[in-house]
């Protein structure tokens, strides 16, 4: 069944861009989605692929507390095209599966799908505008030798093993050039959908977060001069900052007299939210409640499953999460293991013990994802 939303879908080669641009698109008002991420849940110990995966490969990709090994896999697959070409096949079904249930649950006015492999997959099928990043391939290799911490050879073999760019390029509805500003692909971001949704017939999408009638806004609710002034004379950085972080958090306005008051970053991997950071005109204790409830309906809307805030984090943002519904518990008793990784992530250490509320448990643990009806966020 066709979607009552526009579904975007983001590829690209290694190191192109395509989470920036991702990340981008959601803090435009869109629903994100990282089939990368959902790959990675397929393998997880009782996920949809892992016992195929096992029977496929052999125990020997298993560690000592049952999980599989991405790297022992890796190591398999990564040189013989059929036996990747089998882990596929029992991996990119499901993370279809999963990723038309999350569209199911749906509550943005757009959704924009990020896979490497969109278009192989078949996820493309699902999507109504295919956008590429792109950069040219010396820059590629600069950034998977600079940010990824690869050797020369490694980031050549990469590159080489993967299908030229050209191929995807000459499939693109949109192609977004990454290799300028952060600011510049803002913009080629903000431009493209503009045309996207206007050619879809529904011109009013990008505005509804205005009726939501809670404190947390969408950046596309908030002028953009009036966003960049606020940066300007409360952030103490440069503006080129403000559009950097767009492309790595996720971000939310407190408005108070239709002007910015406070803009909260915060990070949404692998379905969890964490607040990173809160650039305030006035204390933070003051609006604490408003600040962790606008963030937990911002969260919902990007279909987190949980909410970590670590002690040290909380201390230095002055927030009141027991006021919200947080609980305090060691991080090692999150069970499932996308939440594990992700407490460890934020406090850096298992033991430790971190403010945490869950808001639903995660869609791939349900023995039939087409049964999971449609939910809102009342």
């Not at 995966?53 to 890796?74: H, M, N, T, W, Y």
């Not at 952030?235 to 080129?240: I, M, N, T």
């Not at 309906?297 to 949980?306: D, L, V, Y």
């Amino acid at each position: 069944m066709k979607n009552p939303f526009r579904v975007i879908g983001i590829t690209g080669n290694i190191a192109t861009g395509k989470s920036v641009v991702r990340r981008m698109l959601a803090n435009s008002g869109g629903l994100g989605i990282d089939a990368d991420v959902l790959a990675h849940r397929m393998l997880y110990p009782n996920g949809p692929a892992y016992q195929a995966v096992i029977e496929a490969f052999g125990e020997s990709i298993l560690l000592s507390d049952g999980q599989i090994s991405r790297p022992k896999l890796g190591d398999i697959v990564f040189n013989d095209e059929e036996k990747l070409a089998l882990l596929e096949s029992l991996i990119h079904p499901a993370v279809t599966q999963s990723i038309q249930a999350r569209l199911k649950r749906n509550t943005c006015p757009f959704a924009a799908i990020e896979a490497i492999k969109l278009i192989e997959a078949g996820i493309s099928s699902i999507c109504d505008s295919l956008w590429v990043s792109h950069i040219p391939p010396d820059l590629q290799f600069t950034r998977l030798i600079e940010t990824r911490g690869m050797t020369e050879d490694d980031a050549r073999i990469r590159i080489e093993s993967q299908p030229p760019q050209s191929i995807k390029l000459n499939l693109a509805d949109v192609i977004i050039h990454t290799d300028g500003t952060f600011h510049s692909t803002w913009q080629q971001v903000q431009d493209a959908l503009n045309d996207t949704i206007t050619l879809s017939g529904q011109t009013e999408t990008l505005h509804l977060n205005k009726t939501r009638g809670w404190a947390g806004h969408t950046l596309q609710c908030v002028a953009k001069d009036s966003l960049e002034t606020f940066w300007q004379e409360h952030a103490e950085e440069d503006l080129s900052r403000l559009y950097q972080r767009l492309g790595f958090l996720m971000a939310f306005v407190i408005i108070e007299d239709k002007c910015p008051k406070a803009i909260t970053f915060w990070e949404n991997w692998n379905f969890t939210g964490a607040i990173k950071e809160i650039i305030s005109i006035d204390p933070v204790d003051e609006d604490s409640q408003m600040i962790l409830e606008s963030f937990e309906k911002h969260a919902r809307c990007q279909q987190s499953e949980i909410l970590l805030l670590s002690e040290a984090k909380r201390q230095k943002l002055n927030l009141q999460p027991e006021t919200s519904g947080y609980e305090l518990i060691a991080a090692d008793q999150l069970t499932y293991p996308a939440w594990q990784q992700a407490a460890n992530r934020v406090t850096g250490h298992q033991e430790e013990q971190l403010w945490v509320k869950v808001l639903s448990q995660p869609i791939e643990t349900h023995h039939d994802f087409g049964s999971i009806e449609t939910q809102t966020n009342d």
